[in-house]
């Protein structure tokens, strides 16, 4: 197990580059399965989420090199059922592999996915999509089995758009006979991403980025090369960092449109958020004023920022009043923020942040990745230090997030938790001493210690 440790108070200023998107390479690496031809694919963010999804595949039996930010993978020899449930259970995305493996093998098998604790998350949209296009399905033992003779177009509903169901069918339909039709479908850019994929294997697929999409079946995809567009959610999280530190970012590849709905929220709150060459520029103000947001299927505001603008409201001026729609169980940071000496209270899927002049450095945990990602923009806002435990969440979705920000001025450094100190957090939580020590220590021990 891993931490962050932070001394707050510095204002970050610089150029940082946004990676490829996380939630875009995942299906896009699943979509590999379609074809026996080899595909490339650029800009592969350096993540956890990625490195398990790459040995998935391995164990399917698909050929893989990696080559600094490039995957070159070869799905051509495939044993759909052989699927390493362990690594399956740890991911999220790990689910989607069946639409693709049940569409070119007619027959796939997959455990329910592990991911972030968000929510409850169920597959059954999922699922009943498959069988609408004449997969048949059964659960057992915690597994997902399907088999279908052959898969036929059709209208598919949903009725939410989810985004994973909207990738499973999607890719289901590439090689189903006939048309599919998915009405109510997810409208995220990582949608767009994943048809603009697949077209480029020889899909045939109209609508993407709307809510319907028509997919017609074709006999067979073929190798293609595609570079992965630049992370939405990391570009938010360094935009609410310039936010929160009264910081001068500017962000290289930075999509200014997929990041809009949170660009709207910061320039009400009084950040400035300008365009810049091929990105956008962020500076802070001294103390930003408190705005209401709720969460939304895109374009709405993202669940997967709302953690890290529940930070900066912690700090604005005034109240805000923030509403999860998308998981019911995603408001885990809210009592770790609170350690930090946030005013915060939460009722069901709705919280009330109320501002505080300044956060308190504590001893705190990375319940799940965005958590973890809001508790480090706390952190480096808070008078003092803050440690931040099982940073392992983090790394899912950011790569070395530590070294980014100590470029752009923060003072932040990972570190092994000592043995004893681990066995005592998963026996008994935190001691009393623990979270006494890191508070107390001062910031020049912590320069000598930690080489800040
Ligand atoms: C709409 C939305 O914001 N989706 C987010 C969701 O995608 P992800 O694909 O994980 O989740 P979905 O979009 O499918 O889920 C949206 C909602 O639908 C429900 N649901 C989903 C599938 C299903 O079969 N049955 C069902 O009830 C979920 O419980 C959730 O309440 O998490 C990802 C990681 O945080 C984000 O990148 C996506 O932007
Ligand atoms: C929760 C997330 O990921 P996953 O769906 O993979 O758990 C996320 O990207 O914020």
């Not at 567009?229 to 938010?236: F, N």
Request: hydrophobic share 45%; charged share 25%; with cysteine.
């Amino acid at each position: 197990m891993e931490r962050y440790i932070i001394t707050g108070g510095t204002r970050l200023h610089g150029l940082v580059e946004v990676c490829g998107a996380k939630n875009a390479v995942l299906p896009i690496l699943a979509a590999t399965l379609l074809s026996a031809e080899t595909c490339v694919i650029h800009n592969v963010p350096q993540l956890q989420d990625v490195v398990l999804l790459v040995e998935i595949l391995e164990y399917l039996g698909a050929k893989i090199k990696w080559e600094k930010k490039t995957l070159i993978v070869n799905a051509s020899n495939i044993n759909p059922t052989e699927v390493p449930e362990e690594t399956m259970k740890k991911m999220r995305a790990s689910n989607l592999v069946l639409g693709p493996l049940l569409s070119r093998f007619h027959s796939a098998r997959a455990p329910f996915p592990g991911g972030c604790a968000i929510g409850s998350r169920p597959m059954d949209y999922h699922i009943k999509g498959l069988e609408q296009l004449g997969a048949s399905i059964i659960e057992k033992y915690g597994n997902i089995e399907a088999y279908a003779h052959k898969l036929t177009g059709d209208t598919v509903y949903l009725d939410f758009p989810s985004v994973g169901a909207t990738e499973n069918i999607m890719m289901a339909a590439t090689l189903a006979e006939g048309v599919t039709m998915i009405r109510n479908a997810a409208r995220e850019p990582e949608i767009v991403d994943l048809a603009l994929f697949l077209k480029s294997m020889g899909a045939k697929i109209e609508g993407a980025g709307s809510d319907n999409i028509q997919i017609t079946g074709v006999a067979k995809l073929h190798g293609a090369d595609h570079t992965v567009i630049p992370d939405r959610i990391v570009a938010g999280t360094y935009m609410l960092a310039a936010a929160i530190t009264n910081g001068d970012l500017v962000l290289r590849n930075a999509v200014a449109e997929h990041v809009e709905p949170l660009t709207v929220k910061l320039r009400a709150s009084g950040v400035i958020v300008s365009k810049n060459g091929k990105g956008l520029r962020v500076r802070g103000v001294p103390r930003v004023k408190s705005v209401d947001l709720k969460t939304m299927p895109y374009p709405g505001f993202p669940t997967d920022i709302q953690p890290q603008m529940m930070a900066l409201m912690t700090v604005a001026q005034g109240t805000s009043v923030i509403l999860e729609n998308i998981f019911e169980n995603r408001f885990k940071h809210a009592d770790e923020l609170r350690r930090m000496g946030a005013n915060i209270i939460v009722e069901g899927r709705v919280a009330v942040v109320k501002g505080v002049k300044r956060l308190t450095g504590a001893m705190v945990e990375a319940t799940d990745l965005r958590a973890g990602a809001a508790l480090v923009l706390a952190g480096m806002a808070a008078e003092g230090i803050t440690v931040i435990e099982n940073i392992g969440h983090i790394d899912r979705g950011y790569h070395r997030l530590e070294q980014k920000y100590a470029l752009l001025g923060a003072r932040i450094v990972r570190e092994k938790m000592p043995r004893e100190e681990e066995q005592e957090i998963k026996q008994d939580g935190l001691s009393r001493d623990q979270q006494e020590k890191f508070p107390l220590i001062s910031h020049k021990e912590m320069e000598l210690n930690y080489k800040i």
